[in-house]
């Protein structure tokens, strides 16, 4: 990745901490945010997302939060949102996963009570605060469920019963996808202070 408008973008950021600063808000109230979600914002509108500013905003602040309450890191949340749809909130794939984390519908609506996400049909994935939030939780659901991060992470690319089958049988987890995301984590996402 070297040379990359991203890396040079993050470069820049790295330096940021990870305490709070005060920025200001809409109107005359001031709102205090993590220097976290700033960088994540900073990540998302170095893409061709499809958001409004307020929308980032919105977004970077629940990747931090979703991140902190499952015990991952918000760079490693940052990295699949790169692999997966190259921070493209309305992103669509060839197999039908949707929205900034490429989810099927099927699985976001199974995951959608879990996460606490008011499931309205596929149109949910392009809402991307709710795409996160059910990004975040399946993503948490198959660390519990493999135990290891690079399975996981495989398991959200192939699917759990896959990745269960190919563990059953001997054959082998993919590792290409794991680490793609895992490659990205280490280089550009830490750079952001995300790691």
């Known amino acids: 990745m070297r ?23 809409p109107g005359p109230a001031r709102v ?12 998302l509108a170095a893409r061709h997302t499809g958001l409004s500013d307020a929308q980032l905003r919105a977004v970077a602040s629940a990747i931090v939060r979703e ?33 900034l984390m490429q989810l099927l519908p099927e699985t976001a609506e199974d995951v959608a009570t879990r996460a606490g996400v008011d499931w309205r049909g596929a149109g949910t994935l392009f809402e991307p605060v709710a795409n996160v939030r059910l990004g975040v939780t399946y993503l948490a659901e198959l660390i519990e469920r493999f135990g290891d991060l690079e399975v996981a992470l495989a398991a959200y690319n ?34 952001l202070g995300l790691g």
Do not use: K, M
């Open 158 to 191: 192939w699917g759990p019963t896959r990745v269960a089958g190919f563990i059953a049988d001997g054959s082998g987890v993919p590792t290409g996808y794991s680490e793609r995301v895992l490659e990205y984590y280490r280089s550009d996402a830490r750079a």
């Open 32 to 43: 205090v945010a993590d220097a976290r979600a700033e960088s994540v914002r900073s990540f």
């Open 3 to 25: 040379g990359s408008p991203f890396l040079i973008l993050v470069l820049g950021l790295a330096t940021a901490s990870c305490a709070t600063q005060t920025v200001p808000g």
């Open 67 to 99: 991140a902190d309450r499952v015990g991952v890191t918000p760079g490693l949340v940052a990295a699949v949102i790169h692999v997966e749809s190259s921070g493209r909130n309305f992103a669509r794939s060839r197999v039908g996963a949707l929205g």
